[in-house]
């Protein structure tokens, strides 16, 4: 299974981005899909993810202001990115994994299947 992150880009404080992930398998429907993030000097970090079930979870640091998503048909999970800060910079990578239960989508450890990252730039 490949994942194909895509969207970053450059927004000033305040604005929108929608994050992509193209999902090579049969039904994404099948998949825990969540987005991580890691910004400059620092760890990566849970930001939302979405179960098998349409159940979703996010950060406490994103919550209100993004949202997860997916097309079935398109096969590709989505990160609304709304009311954007300076500290949401960050490389964001798309993680997906059959396997995922419920209550473990913030864990990185819970994915095989990792896309590269895509740069998501706010200044003030």
């Known amino acids: 299974v490949q994942l194909q992150a895509s969207g970053g880009g450059l927004v000033q404080a305040g604005g929108s981005l929608r994050l992509s992930c193209a999902v090579s398998a049969r039904r994404i429907s099948a998949y825990a899909v969540a987005w991580f993030r890691q910004a400059p000097g620092e760890g990566r970090t849970f930001v939302a993810g979405?179960?098998?079930?349409?159940?979703?979870t996010y950060s406490n640091s994103v919550k209100g202001r993004f949202t997860i998503s997916r097309d079935s048909a398109k096969n590709t999970g989505y990160l609304q990115m709304n009311s954007l800060r300076p500290e949401d910079t960050a490389v964001y990578y798309c993680a997906a994994d059959t396997s995922v239960i419920l209550s473990n989508l913030a864990s990185q450890a819970a994915y095989s299947y990792w896309g590269r990252g895509t740069l998501v730039t706010v200044f003030s």
């Open positions: 979405m179960h098998r079930s349409g159940g979703t």
